[in-house]
């Protein structure tokens, strides 16, 4: 945005940048897939419930 970068420099810049959003993303799913969420069942007990499934809408 200041101006210091010509256009080749400011597309690879850009191109890192939306590699860099890309790996992270990936990364992300990868956690949120080992992530798991404990929830107590209605007798006391603790159930494992896999991360996601917890979100969804229950109407």
Known sequence: EGGN????ESLSTFEKAVNLVNYCRRLLIDVEKRISVLTAKEDGQL??????E???NED
């Open 5 to 8: 970068l010509t256009l080749e």
């Open 47 to 52: 159930m494992e419930i896999p991360w996601g």
């Open 54 to 56: 917890g979100q969804k």
